[in-house]
């Protein structure tokens, strides 16, 4: 059927919703109750189940209600050898070796090219069926070893400094130079070819300040002239410096000056969690008071609002960098660093699991309620650990893997998320698609406490059917009144959604219970 392959429906950039994955992680543990475990097709397995009798798998996907798998590279990278699949090593991909290939190790048989081929083409074909577009991760940014390119033109396709010596702005040992005629071509080719033969749907460039501005809205253009709905978005900074001037660069800075490229926001990620190297440092959800102002800035997803105090004294929000909502990704965790449920416990370790939970919910409610596109890191839905390792690359399958039964264990917090999702998914107010429009219709509340924030959406935004939205985010550990002016229905008590609303309030105080989320509305 891949000749009458058809992409879902997408009608606007913001209301997609990313979920990151690793191709082994999602289906090598026997909880999973997949066939095909570790592979391609481990992801077009359908009526797969736990050990409880609960969806795993492509099914979960469905049910959480994402748009948009991201995979992690599925390129051919070094560090495995696909002809000692039995020494069973493991690596996420960030090593590419031949770029237009596949990884063999996720196909059934590493020793016959066709057959991954068909597997991913059959893997691409189920997610399309099942409604969710796939974004391919590239790391054009740097390569395994130099030979990767020397051999074509030794030190071409590579920066250098002045002296001769080779530059390193990726920390893995070398810099691609996209801004080289044929280094530009390669990258520009090398989309094109994932996007004609393999229709992928998107793609997410590591490091991508490596590349220079230039490159990147050449492939915009170009992609888009393809595919109109293709999704792009990198990492907005570079791992060290880089003799590409800044001004050049791909940064989180200058997404002004990107078409149609959307930026991480690093400012959300660690104002709602706390820093993500300082991992006993605690965020907003854990009570940090110092966040308020970066929450409200990655609300409006780091474009220009009256109500923000942009401040260039500290780390974070110091400018609105972002001139659109939809050029912007919020989130909280991803591959990189701890998972969400680990930082909060290195940070909080006298909490509860109960309030671990409740913090967990705060934080991606605030991600999938604020203007930006949200990404979710693989299991946050089901309290997914890591068992504290920070860095898990090369980490065996006992660290990476996802074990499904958590999915029992959590069937509250899976429940909310599926929810929270819906309710995103339902409410345009919450993906508007301008800056002027959020400035029209996001109004900040002035509240003393230091911790609630507090926002109305006003009057249908973006043509929704809720008049008005009142969202409130409470960061204490202890609850919070507030008084409430006119008739409003709650749909979010920090405990359920209830999109139908759960209790009618009417001109009288509500609690916003600790570490939790708020959400009400006028019709």
């Given at each position: ?18 979920y ?91 020793f016959?090219?066709?057959v ?53 702005a ?9 801004d ?15 996007v ?38 990198g ?15 791909a940064?989180?800075?200058?997404v ?78 991803c ?80 429940q909310?998320y ?24 996001l ?5 003393d ?49 209830n ?14 219970p600790?570490?939790s ?7």
């Amino acid at each position: 059927n891949w000749k009458s392959d058809k992409q879902p429906d997408l009608k606007s950039i913001s209301d997609i919703i990313v979920y990151e994955a690793h191709v082994r992680d999602f289906s090598i543990d026997p909880s999973s109750g997949i066939k095909n475990k570790g592979k391609f097709l481990g992801l077009t397995e359908k009526n797969t189940k736990n050990d409880f009798g609960e969806a795993t798998g492509l099914d979960h996907l469905k049910e959480l209600g994402i748009t948009h798998l991201h995979l992690l590279p599925v390129f051919d990278y070094k560090s495995l050898d696909e002809s000692k699949l039995e020494e069973n090593k493991y690596n996420w991909g960030y090593d590419p070796q031949n770029y237009n290939a596949l990884e063999g190790s996720y196909a059934t048989n590493p020793f016959d090219g066709l057959v991954r081929m068909k597997e991913y083409k059959e893997m691409i074909l189920a997610l399309h069926e099942s409604k969710i577009r796939l974004v391919m991760d590239v790391v054009y940014n740097h390569t395994s070893t130099t030979d990767v390119f020397d051999q074509l033109v030794h030190g071409y396709y590579y920066r250098s400094w002045a002296d001769g010596k080779r530059s390193d702005a990726s920390a893995c040992g070398n810099e691609f130079a996209s801004d080289r005629i044929m280094a530009r071509q390669f990258m520009l080719e090398s989309l094109k070819y994932w996007v004609k033969e393999y229709h992928v749907d998107g793609f997410r460039f590591d490091l991508m300040a490596i590349h220079d501005i230039e490159t990147m809205n050449l492939i915009s253009n170009e992609l888009h002239k393809i595919d109109p709905t293709i999704f792009l978005y990198g990492e907005g900074w570079t791992a060290g410096d880089s003799p590409l001037p800044i001004d050049k660069r791909a940064l989180k800075t200058n997404v002004k000056k990107l078409n149609d490229i959307a930026v991480f926001s690093d400012d959300i990620r660690d104002g709602v969690k706390g820093h993500w190297s300082n991992v006993t440092e605690k965020g907003f959800v854990s009570g940090n008071e110092k966040y308020k102002e970066v929450i409200k800035f990655g609300i409006v997803a780091s474009t220009n609002h009256p109500q923000v105090k942009y401040d260039d004294k500290r780390s974070y929000a110091q400018f609105p960098y972002s001139d659109s909502p939809t050029k912007v990704i919020g989130y909280v965790s991803c591959h990189d660093n701890n998972t969400l449920y680990d930082k909060l416990k290195i940070a909080n370790p006298t909490a509860t699991e109960e309030e671990l939970v409740q913090m967990n919910k705060l934080a991606n409610t605030i991600v999938l309620t604020s203007q930006s596109i949200p990404f979710l890191h693989m299991g946050v839905e089901i309290k997914r650990t890591k068992m504290g390792v920070e860095n898990s690359y090369n980490s065996p399958d006992s660290i990476n893997k996802i074990d499904w039964n958590w999915k029992h264990e959590n069937k509250a917090l899976f429940q909310y998320y599926k929810d929270l999702i819906a309710l995103r998914e339902n409410h345009p107010a919450f993906k508007m698609t301008s800056e002027k429009m959020i400035q029209e219709h996001l109004e900040f509340l002035s509240l003393d406490a230091p911790l609630l924030v507090g926002y109305t959406l006003k009057n249908h935004a973006n043509d929704d059917q809720w008049k008005n939205i009142r969202v409130y985010f409470n960061g204490d550990s202890k609850d919070i009144k507030q008084t409430l002016d006119g008739t409003w229905k709650m749909v979010c008590n920090g405990e359920i959604i209830n999109q139908n609303g759960m209790e009618t309030i009417n001109n009288q105080s509500i609690t916003i219970p600790s570490r939790s989320a708020v959400i009400l509305y006028q019709d």
